[in-house]
């Protein structure tokens, strides 16, 4: 099982991720794209990388908006694996706003 990061871990790794906070536990985001078809791509690709790590996101959709919380549930945690998840899902959705 995958070390939950120290608060002081987790901190420093999200001076390297502007927009991402650490909430209730979970790394989290919040993306507003320009419509829903934005917003909906966004996910679709997202979905494909966390299915390929075999760490999914938890996530709230209405519309342009898209609220990402990425933790890891075996770990009780966040671990390397979420701002890795992070990081990819700021390559995606880079692309489409
Ligand atoms: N996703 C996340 N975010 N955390 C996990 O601990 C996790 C996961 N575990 N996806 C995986 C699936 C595990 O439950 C399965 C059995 O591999």
């Known amino acids: 099982m995958l070390p939950k990061l120290?608060?002081?871990?987790?901190?420093?790794?999200?001076?390297?991720?502007?927009g991402w906070t650490a909430v209730n536990g979970k790394l989290h985001r919040e993306y507003t794209f320009a419509d829903f078809v934005n917003a909906f791509g966004f996910m679709a690709q997202a979905a494909l990388l966390a299915?390929?790590?075999?760490?999914?996101?938890?996530?709230?959709n209405v519309w342009s908006r898209v609220v990402v919380d990425l933790s890891t549930h075996d770990s009780g945690g966040i671990t390397g694996l979420d701002f890795?998840?992070?990081?990819?899902?700021e390559a995606v959705a880079g692309k489409l706003q």
């Not at 120290?6 to 502007?18: D, K, N, Y």
């Not at 890795?84 to 899902?89: K, T």
Request: charged share 20%; hydrophobic share 40%.
């Open 6 to 18: 120290t608060p002081a871990e987790i901190e420093q790794q999200l001076s390297g991720l502007p």
């Open 51 to 60: 299915q390929a790590m075999n760490h999914h996101p938890e996530w709230f």
């Open 84 to 89: 890795e998840l992070a990081r990819r899902m």
